[in-house]
């Protein structure tokens, strides 16, 4: 698979990320007829040095954590390289598992959290 093909694969693997909805299975992109989950697409463009569009990069640091958003947007390179290990490394935060073994929900957006916490009636 060559380098292109590669960026256009996370590039959907980055849309599927950006749709991705709260409850739902890791998402997935596909190629050659077969389903590749996105985290595993972040894995296969690790290598590609190439620089990311300025509207891609954006995408990417406007559903990270501010945090990180401030680390990325430090770094001099802005390649798919850097942006699959960024995403990879999100992604992997919203797969952890509780005791259950079942998934958490996802919330992107700061005001959705209180829904999450145990909230107790006096």
């Not at 569009?53 to 680390?71: A, I």
Request: include cysteine; charged fraction near 25%.
């Amino acid at each position: 698979m060559n380098q292109q093909t590669v960026e256009g694969l996370f590039l959907k693997a980055l849309e599927a990320f950006l749709w991705w909805e709260i409850g739902e299975p890791e998402p997935s992109v596909e190629f050659d007829g077969k389903k590749i989950p996105i985290r595993k697409v972040c894995g296969m463009a690790r290598n590609c040095t190439d620089t990311m569009s300025r509207c891609d990069w954006q995408d990417l640091t406007d559903v990270l954590p501010w945090y990180e958003r401030d680390m990325l947007e430090q770094t001099p390179h802005h390649t798919y390289a850097v942006a699959a290990q960024t995403l990879k490394h999100q992604i992997m935060h919203e797969l952890k598992t509780d005791g259950l073994n079942t998934p958490r929900l996802r919330v992107r957006k700061p005001f959705l959290s209180f829904r999450h916490q145990n909230i107790k009636s006096t």
